[in-house]
């Protein structure tokens, strides 16, 4: 089975990365923008870097064309984003393939859901979000509470 991990540089891969001991192990693949660290994360995954929307329409639609390449050759079975903007292309690409999504909203939204989450959740097979005060923005999420881990 092979799983989609998409998410936008910085801390939403910080995120997507605290999540490893789910995936570890699993055949998966990253789909994100090019960025110091996503490059990084490149040598050592496999890694589809696609244009960044940036709320850029023309931007946006070369990164749904994209998106839906990958998704139709790649077939994943699961899609998983941390968010945020590279990802909502990638998520709607794979539920009109058919291919379960499951949004994790980002930790640092503890007060009100992000621009990426309220677009995903209208369509994701589930919503996970680590802040309770944000149920009344996913009242049929799940509160996961952190997903950080301390060392």
Not at 18 to 28: A, C, D, I, T, V
Not at 48 to 70: D, G, H, M, V
Not at 120 to 143: C, M, N, R, T
Request: proline fraction near 5%; include cysteine; hydrophobic fraction near 40%.
């Amino acid at each position: 089975m092979t799983i989609l991990l998409t998410c936008s540089a910085g801390g939403h891969l910080t995120e997507m990365r605290q999540l490893e001991p789910f995936y570890h192990g699993m055949k998966r693949v990253f789909v994100t923008f090019k960025r110091e660290d996503t490059e990084s994360l490149a040598t050592r995954e496999k890694v589809y870097f696609i244009e960044r929307p940036a709320r850029n329409t023309i931007k946006t639609i070369q990164s749904f064309l994209q998106a839906w390449k990958i998704v139709s050759t790649l077939k994943p079975k699961l899609v998983i984003s941390t968010g945020a903007d590279v990802t909502v292309p990638v998520c709607v690409a794979a539920k009109l393939q058919g291919i379960k999504v499951v949004f994790i909203e980002s930790f640092c939204r503890p007060y009100t859901a992000s621009v990426s989450g309220r677009i995903i959740s209208l369509f994701a097979d589930h919503v996970v979000y680590q802040w309770p005060e944000l149920k009344k923005f996913y009242p049929s999420g799940i509160y996961g509470g952190s997903i950080f881990v301390t060392e």
